[in-house]
Structures are given as C-alpha cells and as structure tokens.
C-alpha cells in the first residue's frame, strides 16, 4: 500500500468508512510502564508509546490484544460505538498512527511490505586495506593475537593493483579506500603510493573517492602534515585519560602510549586536520569518565565510543562473564544522561556513535550503517584485504581463513568473485534474522538486525548465532523509546545521521500518541 510518499491523515480518512474493517495483527510486543505502554512491531522496527486514553480504548476495543497472537476484527462504526466519550477524530488519529506502524490492517492491507523495507546493496563502497598487519603497539586487547613480525608489510605493487582492480571493476560511482592494519603508518612508503595512485584512477574514472586512515596515533606527530597533504582523513585511537589509555595502549615493553597520541593529536590539530577520536571501553565505568575526558579536556562534541570485544588477546586478559552485557547497559545510559545535561548546561548536543545510530533506527526505516542490517555489510557493502592481497567479506574477517574469498591475483573479476565465493554466498542468503534462533523473534530484529557475523564466530564458533552483547541491544533500544518519552528532544542526539534521513523529528515525535 505504500507510495514513496507518507500517507497523510487526511487521505486516511477517506479511506476509513463506517464499512471499513480494522482487523489486530499478531507477534506485537508489549512493554508497560506505570500509564503508558510501549508498542513495537518487529518485521517493518516501527513502535509507538500510548498514553492512559489511547491504551484505555485500544486496549479495551481489542485492536490491540497483548499476550495473544489471535485476530480480532471490528468495523469502524462498531469502534466508534465501544466508547463514546472519545471524539472520533481522536480515535481516527490513534488507528492512523497504528496504520502507518503496521500495527491494525485496514481492509486486509497493511501500510509496509516489510520484505521491501530492508533490501541489502549488491556492490561494496568501502574497501579496507591492510597494508601493514605488524604494529609498533601490543595493546593489551589486540584483535590479533600473534606477535605481528615485520615482513607483514604490503608491497606498493598489491596496493596498486587492489586499488585498480577496485576502481575499475566494481561498479560504485562513490569509493571510499581505507587504510588499516596493524598500524598503517609503519608502512609509510606503501601508503603514499597508495593514496597518490588512488587519487589518480579516481579522478581518470570519475568516481567520487574518500581516502581514510585508523592510527593507533604514536607516529602521527611525525606524519600528520603528510596525511594532510594526501587529504586523507583520519580516526585516532584514544581510549580516554592518561590512566585509562595506558592500561590498554601499549608499547611491548608495556610502557603506555598516550604521550605519544596526545602530542599527535596536538600536532595533526594545529595542521588543521582534525582526527575523529575512537576509544574501546572494556570496563563500562569508564564511560562517562572517557567521554569527559574527550569533552573537557579535548574539547571534543563528536567521537565513537566502542565496547570492547571477544577476539584476539582480549580473549585471555578480560571479563566477558555473562552479567557483563548489563554492565555496559547501566553505564551507558548514563552516557545519554550526560549528552542530556550537557545539552542543558551549553546548548550543544553531542554526537556519540553509536548512540546517534541507535536514534536513527528509532526515527527512521534507513539503515545506513552497514553492520546494523541483516545480512549485514561484509561482502555487500565493504571488503577487507590483508597484507598480503587476500580478499575477505569485512574488515573485521581479514586474516581468517575461513572467510578468504581469494586474492588480488585471481583473474576472475570481483564482481565474479563475489558472486561464485560459497562463503559469500553462504553470508548474503544465509546470515539474515529469520536464520538465528535468537533473532528470529526478537522485537529488536529489524532495529539490530542481529548483530556482528564476526563477534558471533569469535564467540560461538560460527556465524548463525545472535551478537554476543544481544542482552544489550535488546535493552538499549527499549531504554531509549521510553526515554524519548520523557525528553522527546533526545532526537537531537541523532548527529551526522541527520544527513540520511528524510524527516527524522517528525517521525520521531508522532510516537507518543
Ligand atoms: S542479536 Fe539479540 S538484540 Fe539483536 S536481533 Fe538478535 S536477538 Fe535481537
Ligand atoms: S562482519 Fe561485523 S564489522 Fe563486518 S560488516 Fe558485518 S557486522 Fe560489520
């Protein structure tokens, strides 16, 4: 029933006849809270807060029928005769608001094909790069868990050739290359080829190209006038205060880094570039205390805060006890507190991701973020590539043998390659929500879309199991619908995703009826 355009109020009106059937659809979850009631249909992530009146007369009509998966239908004049005391523009609005949620079906039809709203790109964008696994860090929690040697250095020659097999045969018109490792500046000469014979191809094929770079920061102060001459942007690790940062960032003596990467950041600052901070938080009570730190010391509004994961060393060093996922609940939600009183206190909001996507998911059905879609990115919408020109589905699987696709020097073109590689198969057909026990009735499905294909085989051993901080996922989301109805302003903390999305506060404000 759907157009590209929302239906508005008045066209549902026309529609809504005394004949008209309104008929209560099933697998609907309910959360109630002192006189409100939280509402969500899974399959199309839409929800809905009712207030005393409406969930009085919704609930009592049985358009609404929690804790049964039963049908119940009812024409529009038998509605409006269940209670008089409500004026029938009122009830017109509140079955309106349901409409539009999938939540009633007017005359057999709904409002969304939910199978149409979640369609998954065909062609990666973004394309990450290896080009040196080694590191001249050993932090405690590394994704990599061998001593990295130094001949694990990409050749000017592989980075050449992935560049150009990228640019000229996968059909994107908007590329963004991204050099990672290890750490990518240990391999300064192979970035620069890089970077410069990118820029070249790109601009001889007219695509549009963003060059990007994650440093662990110690060789920064060193490169930053380099980096800005290459227009690469960059994303520094920086995992909070001196105390924090060195427990975790460390040279192989176990000496912390964080003299080094506060002197980068100084210095890539004063060349005007201006580096996103990325912090790992593996202890939840430093939440707060990381992002005041980046706040009022750093003088930072916009930085990614991610929570640590099981992989690498971190496996062997850190608690993932299972009451660990409620932890980080607790703790970040004192974070959204504090963007909240930071608001107050200097009229700025903040823009945490991924406190920001989460918002997104709640006010609009875009996914613009790759690992929160089901399948999720890897192979559709991003390929990693090790040092030594293997190809894998993501960033995050480089190194798995499991997961190589192939390599650079396979003749066959990477369209091709994608398609034919079983694994990849296996990923884009098989890793969807309906697929994992977990997910497939999850009320949070199409808001998560089950999570990391990587973190569920760190944990569980293979990729058909729910994302290990599920119980997270499955609070957050919760959490934050009520909160919006306490502070319908939390909308604001949607930063950068603003850009995605077509209406985002007036979706979001129409969900307290
Ligand atoms: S990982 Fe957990 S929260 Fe996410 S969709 Fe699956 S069951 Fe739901
Ligand atoms: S494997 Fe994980 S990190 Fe990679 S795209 Fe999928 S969800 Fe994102």
């Not at 560049?163 to 994107?172: G, Q």
């Not at 198969?425 to 808001?447: D, L, Y």
Request: net charge neutral.
């Amino acid at each position: 029933m759907m157009s590209s355009k929302k239906l508005e109020f008045s066209e549902f009106k026309k529609v809504l006849t005394p004949e008209a059937i309104i008929t209560s659809v099933p697998d609907l979850y309910f959360s109630t809270r002192n006189t409100r009631t939280l509402v969500v249909e899974p399959e199309s992530a839409s929800w809905i807060i009712l207030q005393a009146a409406s969930r009085g007369f919704l609930l009592r009509s049985k358009i609404l029928r929690p804790g049964t998966n039963e049908r119940s239908w009812k024409s529009l004049a038998e509605i409006y005769e269940l209670d008089q005391s409500f004026n029938q523009n009122e009830i017109d609005w509140w079955l309106y608001s349901l409409f539009l949620r999938n939540m009633i079906t007017l005359n057999g039809q709904t409002y969304y094909q939910s199978s149409n709203l979640w369609a998954v790109q065909q062609y990666p964008h973004y394309f990450n790069i290896h080009i040196a696994e080694s590191c001249n860090l050993a932090c405690r929690y590394c994704r990599c868990d061998h001593e990295a040697n130094d001949r694990e250095l990409m050749s000017v020659e592989t980075v050449k050739k992935i560049i150009r097999r990228v640019l000229e045969e996968i059909p994107r018109e908007k590329v963004i290359i991204g050099f990672h490792g290890g750490e990518p500046l240990t391999n300064i000469d192979c970035l620069v080829a890089g970077a410069k014979y990118a820029r070249e191809l790109a601009s001889a094929l007219k695509k549009k190209l963003t060059l990007s770079l994650q440093t662990n920061g110690v060789l920064l102060t060193r490169y930053s006038e380099l980096l800005k001459e290459l227009k690469i942007e960059v994303g520094l690790s920086l995992d909070g205060p001196e105390a924090i940062h060195n427990r975790q960032r460390v040279f192989a003596s176990g000496r912390g880094s964080f003299g080094e990467v506060i002197e980068g950041l100084r210095r890539a600052r004063k060349l005007g570039l201006n580096p996103g901070l990325l912090a790992v938080i593996s202890d939840p009570q430093n939440y707060v205390e990381v992002a005041k730190f980046f706040i009022e010391n750093l003088d930072s509004r916009s930085f990614r805060l991610n929570f640590l994961c099981y992989e690498g060393r971190a496996k062997k060093g850190f608690n993932f006890e299972v009451d660990r996922a409620e932890l980080f609940v607790e703790h970040w939600l004192k974070l959204v507190d504090l963007a909240i009183d930071y608001h107050r206190e200097t009229g700025y909001w903040l823009s945490v991701d991924d406190l920001n996507l989460f918002i997104a998911h709640l006010a609009d059905k875009s996914r613009p973020q790759m690992c929160y879609r089901a399948p999720c990115g890897a192979g559709n919408s991003i390929l990693g590539f090790g040092y030594d020109g293997q190809i894998y589905p993501c960033e995050e699987l480089v190194g798995k043998d499991e997961f190589c696709l192939g390599t650079i020097d396979d003749p066959k073109p990477l369209p091709q390659l994608l398609v034919e590689s079983e694994i990849n198969q296996q990923i884009q057909q098989q890793r969807k929500v309906e697929n994992i026990k977990k997910c497939r009735t999850c009320p949070w499905r199409r808001f998560h879309g089950s999570g990391c294909l990587n973190k569920s085989f760190e944990f569980f051993g293979d990729i058909f199991h729910e994302d290990p901080m599920c119980h997270f996922y499955r609070r957050v989301f919760e959490e934050l619908m009520w909160k919006t109805a306490e502070n319908p302003d939390l909308i604001n903390l949607i930063g950068y995703y603003k850009n995605y999305l077509k209406d985002p506060e007036a979706n979001f404000l129409e969900n307290i009826i």
